[in-house]
């Protein structure tokens, strides 16, 4: 017999008499029960009994039949082998779920006697699979925007035949249910509701999964970095007695980027490094497009119009994701005859002159700085023309994948840091010589630190304006 | 003609061959690849382009986000056919720009930039079935406007 069988066999259980007298409740040693041992060797222990009276029969990992006796709290079990002989005692705590004591094995054929404790709960305390492994009652590391799905499961083949339900929490930030900062996904797809469905026109966050009482909980994802944790916990029924297992909890420590800010400039940007202070923007002007005459807010490598750079004191692996929206975009053709001024505005669904829209599509672009050049064609026949323009630039952060995972964009979500609102008033006037000449006045705002992501349910594309 | 002469014939014959290849490399490529090529249906379809600069010279790009960012965006169904233009794009006259915006990229020389394109804004890829996809991009005009095409990818929408 090895020493491994023989640490076995100190898994049976004998005799313990309560000194006091003074018994636990009286409980029930039937079903399954699963826990560790300790001393001379240590392992798992998983059982199962059954009871007569005050007579116990069952199993003790590999060894059976495994006998003994439970009455006035006090249980005896022993085993007998080709080998050797085990025996052990414990007693119940005062709720019956768990039960500890002592535990002796001797090796007949080695003439070998090993000693220890041991400890086991009816049923214990549940696995909490994360990415193939048991984090319950671990701290596990991830990153923010990372997918998190939880299967949960009772420690016992028993237990888990026995079980009847379970319960996730919410995840939990200083015990409680946190509010702002754990989503179960962030959405950018079609909307069925509108007239094309092939485009990414609508934004949302979809809320935690609420359902908790299944097998599994998520998906879903922090999206602040932080300490959190989940609890996990199933009911099961043995001789149709309902008990409830001990907390699983998982803790986690959610990495993300630190102190995030962006800064804004423009002019002659070198666009490979983007700005290094908040700084003067690009300047209106009158170019050219396809040709024609355009007024313009930069337009030019040499004249940007507003460029936005990110930053991070500290970040894991991933990228920073910019998504826009347009809170104004309305343009104005006076006409040279003198009749009624137009109102125009760029292609739009649902509802065209209706904002907050998103700015093309999401993301607007992706890296540490990306810029924006608004500008509008010069018609002739008017002697005016007036772009009143204003947006609100968001920062995100999107980690990069597990390479382990297989479900394609659910795998990671950006998560928000902020936004910056800047705007623009340009005007063009065509003079007497028939030359336009632009005029403008132009300001960004100082980056905002937002937790909140940015939705939109209307989407705005470059392309002719309607006039009315 | 002596050995060193024909060296000398095949080493002139080979620079010309080296200038003629070097010639015909266009100022810009253009490479298509699809992040997931099983679509659910009814969900978007899109590429990932990377436009990589070849010449000598600094480029400046122009991306408005827009469809007429594009020459062409060409999807054919399993038999090859052109599938019908979105109701968007039959709308849209990318001649007439009036208005919108742009983002501005400087390629150094070797210098690539990457762009996402939602062909199914453009095509009509509603229906399950295998699509091929092929983009066509205008370079800039300082780089003698030429369209470049890319590789064709294949796509497939499920049910």
Redesign the interface.
């Known amino acids: 017999m090895t020493l491994r069988r023989c640490a076995l066999i100190s898994l049976l259980f004998a005799l313990l008499v309560l000194g006091s007298g003074a018994r636990a409740q009286n409980c029930s040693l039937a079903g399954p029960w699963t826990g560790s041992y300790s001393g001379d060797s240590s392992g798992s222990v998983a059982a199962s009994f059954t009871e007569t009276g005050t007579s116990v029969s069952g199993t003790v990992n590999d060894y059976s039949p495994v006998t003994g006796t439970n009455s006035d709290g006090q249980v005896s079990l022993g085993y007998t082998g080709n080998h050797g002989y085990g025996s052990a005692s414990g007693t119940f705590s005062a709720d019956c779920s768990t039960l500890s004591g002592t535990w002796i094995a001797v090796n007949t054929k080695k003439h070998k006697t090993k000693t220890g404790t041991f400890t086991m709960s009816q049923c214990g305390a549940p696995t909490m699979m994360f990415n193939g492994t048991n984090v319950a009652g671990q701290t596990t590391s991830v990153v923010a925007g990372q997918e998190i799905m939880f299967t949960g499961q009772a420690p016992s083949e028993e237990c888990v035949a026995a079980t009847v339900s379970q319960k996730w929490s919410l995840p939990l930030e200083n015990g409680k249910p946190t509010k702002k900062n754990a989503v179960g996904g962030y959405v950018v797809g079609p909307n069925a509701s509108t007239e094309d469905p092939s485009r990414p026109q609508v934004g949302a966050v979809t809320p935690l999964p609420t359902d908790t009482t299944t097998t599994s909980y998520g998906p879903f994802y922090f999206t602040s970095p932080g300490t959190y944790t989940l609890t996990y916990q199933y009911t099961f029924n043995i001789d149709g007695a309902s008990k409830t297992s001990p907390v699983s909890t998982a803790t986690f420590t959610v990495d993300g980027p630190t102190d995030v800010s962006v800064l804004t400039c423009g002019g002659d940007v070198d666009l490979s490094t983007g700005c290094t202070a908040n700084g003067p923007l690009g300047t209106v002007n009158i170019g050219t497009f396809d040709g024609s005459p355009y007024l313009q807010f930069g337009g030019t490598a040499t004249n940007v119009g507003i460029a936005f750079t990110a930053s991070a004191a500290t970040a894991p692996s991933g990228s920073f994701t910019w998504v826009q929206f347009l809170t104004k975009d309305v343009i104005t053709w006076t006409p040279s005859s003198g009749g009624a001024v137009l109102t125009c505005y760029l292609p739009e669904l649902p509802t065209l002159g209706v904002f907050p829209a998103l700015d093309n599509l999401f993301p607007y672009d992706s890296g540490g700085t990306v810029n924006d050049n608004p500008g509008t064609g010069l018609p002739s026949g008017f002697k005016k023309i007036n772009m009143a323009f204003s947006a609100e630039m968001n920062l995100m952060w999107t980690p990069t994948a597990d390479p382990g995972c297989a479900d394609g964009d659910a795998c990671t979500i950006p998560v928000p840091f902020g936004y910056v609102n800047w705007k623009v008033s340009a005007t063009a006037k065509l003079n007497k010589s028939g030359t336009w000449v632009p005029s403008g006045n132009w300001s960004a705002r100082e980056f905002v630190a937002s937790s909140s992501y940015p939705t939109w349910t209307s989407w705005v594309e470059n392309g002719q304006i309607t006039c009315h | 003609m002596k050995a060193s002469s024909i060296a000398g014939c095949l080493g002139s014959a080979l620079l010309l061959l080296a200038a003629a290849f070097a010639e015909s490399v266009p100022p810009f490529s253009l490479t298509i690849a699809a992040p ?1 090529p099983a679509v659910k249906a ?3 379809v899109k590429v990932d382009a990377t436009f990589t600069n070849n010449s000598d010279s600094v480029a ?1 790009l ?1 991306f ?5 960012d594009y020459a062409a965006v060409e999807v054919r169904d399993g038999d090859g056919n052109v599938v019908p233009d ?3 794009k039959s709308k ?2 990318c ?12 390629l ?1 020389p070797g210098e690539s930039r990457r762009e ?1 394109i ?1 062909v ?2 453009f095509s ?3 229906k399950p079935g295998e699509y091929s996809v092929q983009v066509q991009w205008k370079a800039p005009e300082e780089f003698g406007g030429m369209v470049v095409k890319s590789n064709t990818i294949t796509v497939t929408v499920t049910p």
């Open positions: 997931h009814g969900y978007g400046t122009r408005s986000g827009s469809l007429c979105t109701e968007i849209l006259d001649a007439h720009m009036d208005a919108g915006e742009f983002r501005i990229y400087r150094k996402t939602w199914s804004r009509d890829m509603s």
